[in-house]
C-alpha cells in the first residue's frame, strides 16, 4: 500500500488550502451568522454564488467524481479525492463553493452512471455546472428504512406514467431554493423477490402532488439553506421516461450511491476532527485557570495525544478504503467502507467532544464551529446506515471469512 499522494493531488491540495485561506477563512463568521439566523431560512448567502465561479475559474469544481466517469469527472481517484474532501470538511457549508456537496455529489454520480442521454441533459448538466441542486428521497417515517427493502411508497404503472404515492422524511437538500429536482425510491412491485421490488425515479420539485410538509432539525439546527424535509407523494405523475435503468433496480443503484457516499461522509468527518483537535490545542496555551496553563496538565496533554492518534488511525484507514475502491470497486471493498461508516463518526465525536470540554462554554456556544460539528458527526452514525447495520453487515461477512 502506497497512501502517498500524487502529485496532482498535492497541487489541488495547495490551490484548496489558499482559496480557503483568501475566499473562505475571512468570511466564515458571516456565513455562519446568516444560516443560523432564522430570518434567513431557506435563503443562500449572497456571495456564495461569486465564491463558486472564483473556485471554478481556479479549476476548483466537481472535484468528488472519480475519474472513471471520464470527460465529466475532476480526473481524480478516490484516494487522491480523500484530502481535498478533509479540507472541505473543516467547514460544514464550504463543499457547496466547490459542487462537492451532498445529496449533489450522489445524485450526479446516480446520474453518469445510470442516467439515459435525456436524463443526463435534462438534470446532470446543471447540476455540474451548479446550476441547481437536488434530494434524495429514500427514508421514511413509517417503517425501518436502515433496511430499504422495508420502504413502503409505491410507484404505480399508469399508461406512459408512474403515479407515486408515499411519505418520505430527512431528505436532505429538499429544502434548498434552488432544489429543482428529487431522486425518489419506493416499489414497483412488492411481490418480487426481496431485493427486486424496489425502483428509483426522478421526479421534478414542482411535481403537484410533492408538498414538502415541514423541515426537520438535528439537535436544533435546521442546516439552512439545504435542510432536511418530510415529503408527501400524493399521486405525484411522472413520465415513464423518468425511471433510473428499469423496474427493480432501485436496491442495486442505492448501494451503488451509498458507496461514495459513505466515504465522502468520512473525509469530511476528519476535516471536521482534525480543526476541532487544532482549536483545542490552541486553547489549552491561552488559559490558566488555578494559575498554571491548561497544556502543562497531563490529563490535557493525554486527550490532545490520544486525539491525535485516533485522527491518524482513521484517517489511514480512510484512504485503505479509498485505495481498494480504486483498484476492486465498491461492491468488493463494502467490508472496508462498513469499518469506517462504523469507526469515523464516532471517533470525530470523541475528538470534537474533548475539545468541547476544553473550552468550556465557549465550546458549546455558536462561537465556534465545535457545536455544529458536534450535531453533524452525531447524525452520520445514523445516516446512511446506522453502526449497528454496518456492524451486523460486518460481522457476518468476517464469520463467513473465516469459517
Not at 164 to 184: F, L, Q
Not at 271 to 280: D, F, K, N, P, V
Request: include cysteine.
Amino acid at each position: 500500500m502506497n497512501f502517498d499522494y500524487s502529485e496532482k493531488s498535492i497541487t489541488l491540495q495547495k490551490k484548496l488550502k489558499v482559496f480557503f485561506d483568501t475566499h473562505i477563512s475571512p468570511i466564515e463568521k458571516e456565513v455562519e451568522a446568516f444560516n443560523h439566523d432564522p430570518e434567513n431560512a431557506w435563503k443562500k448567502w449572497q456571495g456564495l454564488e461569486g465564491l463558486k465561479e472564483k473556485a471554478k475559474k481556479e479549476g476548483l469544481w466537481n472535484l468528488f467524481l472519480p475519474k472513471a466517469y471520464g470527460e465529466l469527472s475532476g480526473g481524480l481517484t478516490n484516494l487522491e479525492y480523500a484530502p481535498l474532501a478533509e479540507i472541505m470538511g473543516r467547514m460544514t457549508w464550504s463543499s457547496e463553493v466547490f459542487n462537492c456537496s451532498p445529496p449533489d455529489t450522489g445524485n450526479m454520480e446516480v446520474l453518469a452512471k445510470y442516467g439515459t442521454k435525456a436524463q443526463k441533459e435534462k438534470w446532470l448538466t446543471p447540476l455540474m455546472n451548479g446550476e441547481i441542486r437536488s434530494a434524495f428521497l429514500m427514508t421514511e417515517p413509517d417503517v425501518a428504512s436502515s433496511d430499504a427493502t422495508n420502504i413502503e411508497t409505491a410507484i404505480v404503472a399508469d399508461g406512459d406514467e408512474y403515479v407515486i404515492t408515499g411519505r418520505k422524511w430527512w431528505s436532505s437538500g429538499a429544502m434548498d431554493p434552488n432544489c429543482k429536482i428529487a431522486i425518489v425510491m419506493g416499489k414497483t412491485d412488492f411481490d418480487a423477490p426481496r431485493h427486486l421490488q424496489q425502483s428509483m425515479i426522478l421526479v421534478p420539485m414542482n411535481t403537484p402532488g410533492l408538498e414538502v410538509v415541514r423541515p426537520l432539525s438535528v439537535f436544533g439546527y435546521n442546516d439552512s439553506p439545504e435542510g432536511h424535509a418530510e415529503i408527501v407523494l400524493n399521486k405525484v405523475r411522472v413520465p415513464k421516461g423518468n425511471l433510473l435503468v428499469s423496474e427493480g433496480k432501485g436496491f442495486e443503484i442505492a448501494q451503488g450511491r451509498l458507496g461514495p457516499g459513505r466515504i465522502h461522509h468520512c473525509m469530511r468527518l476528519i476535516g471536521m476532527a482534525q480543526r476541532s483537535l487544532e482549536i483545542m490545542s490552541r486553547r489549552v496555551t491561552e488559559r490558566k485557570p488555578f494559575g498554571r496553563n491548561l497544556d502543562t496538565y497531563s490529563s490535557i496533554r493525554q486527550d490532545i495525544a490520544a486525539s491525535a492518534c485516533e485522527i491518524e488511525q482513521t484517517r489511514l484507514l480512510v484512504l485503505s478504503a479509498a485505495d481498494k475502491m480504486d483498484k476492486v470497486g465498491n461492491k468488493e471493498a463494502k467490508d472496508i467502507i462498513a469499518m469506517i461508516k462504523i469507526i469515523a463518526p464516532n471517533m470525530a465525536l470523541k475528538v470534537i467532544d474533548r475539545a468541547i470540554q476544553v473550552l468550556g462554554g465557549l465550546g458549546v456556544s455558536a462561537d465556534t464551529p465545535l457545536a455544529h460539528f458536534y450535531a453533524g458527526a452525531r447524525i452520520l452514525r445514523l445516516a446512511d446506515g446506522p453502526d449497528e447495520v454496518h456492524m451486523s453487515q460486518l460481522g457476518k461477512s468476517v464469520i463467513k471469512k473465516y469459517s
